[in-house]
């Protein structure tokens, strides 16, 4: 990836303790290009109404601002309609709109939900929740010690009690890809739903939701180089036709009494209340630059980086990574000794160096491998291989540090 690359993102020319900024927590949240902020700004500047409500030229420029943003991304993954983009505030609400409405109106009481041991809060949490309501209960599949999905154990879980399969495309703590593709039609087989947690995937994966056959797809902008508060649940017509809103109010109704109320059409049916309507905006420009960099040549980067650098940190004494699965994201979490995460972290902070450490909201997993937390490294399409060479100086500084 040339410098040029790199000039699109403002942010990066920063000092941060007096060193040029190296940042690596792209699993957090990216770093944004000049072009998704400045649609913003141009959006807030020129077209700035709301939508779907105005008869006057404004409202409708906002209004075809906000769709066209809502077409590029069914394109981008390929939907088969239009309509089968809801926007959400993030990957979370997506995950909880499943639950309380999918989840709400067919489960019962022993009714199953299949996970995985690797997933983040947001694909635990809003499950047990819909638990609670309606007696429903987890089931998980058990990972290998690499970070591999026990896919065995996945197909002795499911059974005529299963109600859904919610699973990561990609894991935010391990990197581990898991075999989607092979998982949603496992559980097809079975008439299963599969709902993909793809936070960690998209802006990294060409995702394709109709040759995946996927149910669900969940995303978050704010992980794809785009704005924060903003994400999209992909859901087949079908299966949004039968669902129910989950929060109601304006532009999701076609009528209102106080008898009753009769709901809009897809996508406004999810869509209750005035909606962050400039981030979509943003959202289309995201879209407009991956494409314009071009998904593939993001991918092969990044699987050069995280070749480099897993190269690299073995070369680290004391250093252990967490997550060796063959099919990996850019990301490496590891430990280093017995030193805490939150220290390696600091003190990579002093250099200028941004990393994660913790237990990156999947606090199970941490369980499954026994330990508290981890320091991660997560790179995106602006990082180099200079970067880690100056993280892996660091690192020998840190374990100087601790060794004293
Ligand atoms: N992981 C991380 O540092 P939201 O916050 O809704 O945009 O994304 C939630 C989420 C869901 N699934 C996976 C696999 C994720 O990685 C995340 C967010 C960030 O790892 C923040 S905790």
């Given at each position: 990836?040339?410098?040029?690359i790199r000039?699109?993102f403002?942010?990066?020319?920063?000092?941060?303790?007096?060193?040029?900024?190296?940042y690596?927590?792209?699993?957090?949240?990216?770093?944004?290009?000049?072009?998704?902020?400045?649609a913003?700004?141009?959006?807030?500047?020129?077209?700035?109404?709301?939508?779907?409500?105005?008869?006057?030229?404004?409202s409708?420029?906002?209004?075809?601002?906000?769709?066209?943003?809502?077409?590029?991304?069914?394109?981008?993954i390929?939907?088969?309609?239009?309509?089968?983009i809801?926007?959400?505030?993030n990957?979370?609400?997506a995950?909880?709109?499943?639950?309380?409405?999918?989840?709400?109106?067919?489960?019962?009481?022993?009714?199953?939900?299949?996970?995985?041991?690797?997933?983040?809060?947001?694909?635990?949490?809003?499950?047990?929740?819909?638990?609670?309501?309606?007696?429903?209960?987890l089931?998980?599949?058990?990972?290998h010690?690499?970070?591999?999905?026990d896919?065995?154990?996945?197909?002795k879980?499911?059974?005529?009690?299963t109600?859904?399969?919610?699973i990561?495309h990609a894991?935010?703590?391990?990197?581990?890809?898991?075999?989607?593709?092979?998982?949603?039609?496992a559980?097809?087989?079975?008439?299963i739903?599969?709902?993909?947690?793809?936070?960690?995937?998209s802006?990294?994966?060409?995702?394709d939701?109709?040759?995946?056959?996927c149910?669900?797809?969940?995303?978050s902008?704010?992980?794809?180089?785009?704005?924060?508060?903003?994400?999209?649940?992909?859901?087949?017509?079908?299966?949004?036709?039968?669902?129910p809103?989950y929060?109601?109010?304006?532009?999701?109704?076609?009528?209102?009494t106080?008898?009753?109320?009769?709901y809009?059409?897809?996508p406004?049916?999810?869509?209750?209340?005035?909606?962050?309507i400039?981030?979509?905006?943003?959202?289309?420009?995201?879209?407009?630059?991956?494409?314009?960099?071009?998904i593939?040549?993001?991918?092969k980067?990044?699987?050069e980086?995280?070749?480099y650098?897993?190269?690299?940190?073995?070369?680290?004494k004391?250093l252990?990574?967490?997550?060796?699965?063959?099919?990996?994201?850019?990301i490496?979490?590891?430990?280093?000794?017995k030193?805490?995460?939150?220290?390696?972290?600091t003190?990579?902070?002093?250099?200028?160096i941004?990393?994660?450490?913790?237990?990156?909201?999947?606090?199970?997993?941490m369980e499954?491998?026994?330990?508290?937390?981890?320091?991660?490294?997560?790179?995106?399409?602006?990082?180099?291989?200079?970067e880690?060479?100056?993280?892996?100086?660091?690192?020998?500084?840190?374990r100087?540090?601790?060794?004293?």
């Amino acid at each position: 990836m040339d410098n040029k690359i790199r000039q699109l993102f403002p942010i990066l020319q920063n000092k941060i303790n007096n060193k040029p900024l190296i940042y690596l927590d792209n699993a957090a949240t990216t770093q944004k290009p000049r072009s998704v902020v400045e649609a913003i700004e141009h959006f807030y500047f020129n077209d700035n109404a709301n939508i779907h409500r105005g008869i006057y030229k404004l409202s409708q420029r906002a209004t075809n601002a906000y769709e066209k943003s809502r077409k590029n991304i069914a394109e981008f993954i390929n939907a088969k309609y239009t309509h089968e983009i809801i926007f959400v505030r993030n990957t979370t609400e997506a995950i909880n709109l499943v639950a309380q409405s999918y989840g709400y109106k067919n489960f019962k009481p022993g009714d199953e939900i299949i996970i995985s041991t690797m997933e983040h809060h947001s694909n635990i949490v809003p499950w047990q929740l819909i638990c609670k309501k309606t007696g429903a209960k987890l089931q998980v599949i058990n990972i290998h010690e690499n970070g591999e999905l026990d896919f065995n154990h996945y197909e002795k879980l499911i059974n005529n009690r299963t109600k859904i399969v919610a699973i990561a495309h990609a894991s935010n703590t391990l990197g581990t890809v898991n075999p989607i593709k092979k998982i949603i039609a496992a559980a097809h087989a079975h008439n299963i739903p599969v709902l993909i947690d793809g936070a960690q995937a998209s802006g990294h994966i060409q995702i394709d939701v109709q040759n995946l056959d996927c149910d669900f797809y969940a995303f978050s902008a704010h992980k794809m180089y785009g704005p924060t508060g903003i994400g999209i649940l992909y859901g087949k017509e079908a299966l949004l036709n039968s669902m129910p809103p989950y929060q109601g109010g304006g532009d999701m109704i076609k009528k209102v009494t106080f008898a009753e109320t009769e709901y809009a059409d897809l996508p406004q049916k999810f869509e209750a209340g005035t909606p962050n309507i400039a981030d979509v905006v943003g959202f289309g420009a995201t879209i407009d630059f991956i494409k314009s960099v071009g998904i593939d040549v993001i991918a092969k980067h990044e699987k050069e980086l995280l070749k480099y650098a897993t190269a690299a940190f073995s070369n680290v004494k004391g250093l252990k990574i967490i997550g060796t699965a063959p099919e990996k994201t850019s990301i490496i979490s590891f430990i280093l000794d017995k030193i805490h995460p939150h220290d390696v972290a600091t003190i990579l902070d002093t250099e200028g160096i941004a990393v994660r450490a913790g237990h990156h909201c999947t606090m199970p997993l941490m369980e499954f491998y026994n330990i508290p937390g981890t320091t991660r490294a997560s790179f995106g399409l602006y990082n180099t291989k200079e970067e880690i060479d100056i993280l892996i100086e660091a690192l020998t500084k840190v374990r100087k540090i601790f060794s004293r």
